[in-house]
T-cell receptor, first 114, second 111 residues
Framework: GAGVSQSPSNKVTEKGKDVELRCDPI?????LYWYRQRLGQGLEFLIY????????KSGLPSDRFSAERTGGSVSTLTIQRTQQEDSAVYLC????????????FGPGTRLTVL | KQEVTQIPAALSVPEGENLVLNCSFT??????LQWFRQDPGKGLTSLLL?????REQTSGRLNASLDKSSGRSTLYIAASQPGDSATYLC??????????FGQGTILTVHP
């Protein structure tokens, strides 16, 4: 992606554990999106942050999922009490935030829940 | 609910061939359409962005067209090369730029 970094690149955890996934932004982009890609499926929208506005959480699959964005920059996606179906690649993306703006993706975090 | 479909699911061609990837979407109320490339173990690379008011965009050997009223887009790759081998994803943008993705087309270009 265009300078977007995510960490860790890979995470293996046991069922029931909590995990935190991190996304570091590139400057000049105000909107941040989280998506996930489960094996054999398309990318699914999870959550959207735009400046100081309330985030759009409509894509979060359950209340075990939460995300925050500190100071309009770094974002953390937290999954509590992980389940095997949470195994996926989690991708963050940045954009200008408007309806017409292009998005740039990070390399993703591959999460495996055993 | 917006649904995006990509055809074919997989494509294998010899080097040098021109090829077309297809994308269709059910709700024509989109702001833009993006074509991405995804390489194994890596994130998505944006290839082309077509605004809803545009008909096509070109970048090098790539040309993407958009027919918003019929809910279709095509990605044309000219003179394919082995380095073009990847998964190609089509995504349409709704409000706030939220993207709805297709399942992708896995392209293999063999020497």
């Amino acid at each position: 992606g265009a300078g977007v970094s995510q960490s860790p690149s890979n995470k293996v955890t046991e069922k029931g554990k909590d995990v935190e996934l991190r996304c570091d932004p590139i400057s000049g982009h105000t909107a941040l999106y989280w998506y996930r890609q489960r094996l054999g499926q398309g990318l699914e929208f999870l959550i959207y942050f735009q400046g100081n506005s309330a985030p759009d959480k409509s894509g979060l699959p359950s209340d075990r999922f939460s995300a925050e964005r500190t100071g309009g920059s770094v974002s953390t996606l937290t999954i509590q009490r992980t389940q095997q179906e949470d195994s996926a690649v989690y991708l963050c993306a940045f954009g200008g935030g408007g309806d017409y703006n292009e998005q740039f993706f990070g390399p993703g975090t591959r999460l495996t829940v055993l | 609910k917006q649904e995006v479909t990509q055809i074919p699911a997989a494509l294998s061609v010899p080097e040098g061939e021109n090829l077309v990837l297809n994308c269709s979407f059910t709700d024509s109320a989109i702001y833009n359409l993006q074509w991405f490339r995804q390489d194994p173990g890596k994130g998505l690379t944006s290839l082309l962005l077509i605004q809803s008011s545009q008909r096509e965009q070109t970048s090098g050997r790539l040309n993407a067209s958009l027919d918003k009223s019929s809910g279709r887009s095509t990605l044309y790759i000219a003179a394919s090369q082995p380095g073009d081998s990847a998964t190609y994803l089509c995504a349409v943008s709704s409000s706030y730029g939220k993207l709805t993705f297709g399942q992708g087309t896995i392209l293999t270009v063999h020497p």
